[in-house]
């Protein structure tokens, strides 16, 4: 069984940066595609980055280009998204999600089975 543990939330001011960590176990990153997602209060839970367990290849929602980055550790089986120039539109709960086996990049909410519980992010002067 594949378990997801996020950390790193927080409260942050405009212009500021966090750094999400999303600690897999039960399987290693190397079979698994990752993928990070956010949901703000009354909204849809969208997609925010992803990374391909084959190559490493990223992908970032239009919102985030330039600001996010997400990156793994395969020696500490855990990823990462690294949050910069955040904005109050920024503010939600983050989910890690993984699918074994996933060889592509992908932000559809239906293309990953695992799910952490997720951390809050409040970006608020």
């Known amino acids: 069984q594949v378990q997801l543990v996020e950390s790193g939330g927080g409260v942050v001011q405009p212009g500021g940066s966090l750094r999400l960590s999303c600690a897999a176990s039960?399987?290693?990153?190397?079979?698994?595609?990752i993928a990070w997602f956010r949901q703000a209060p009354g909204k849809e839970r969208e997609g925010v980055s992803c990374?391909?367990?084959?190559?490493?290849?990223?992908y970032n929602a239009d919102s985030v280009k330039g600001r996010f980055t997400i990156s793994r550790d395969s020696a500490k089986n855990t990823v990462y998204l690294q949050m910069n120039s955040l904005k109050p539109e920024d503010t939600a709960v983050y989910y890690c999600a993984a699918q074994r086996w996933f060889s592509v990049c992908s932000l559809r909410r239906d293309s990953y089975s695992y799910w952490g519980q997720g951390t809050q992010v409040t970006v608020s002067s």
């Open positions: 990374i391909s367990r084959v190559d490493g290849t990223t």
């Open positions: 039960g399987l290693s990153l190397d079979y698994l595609g």
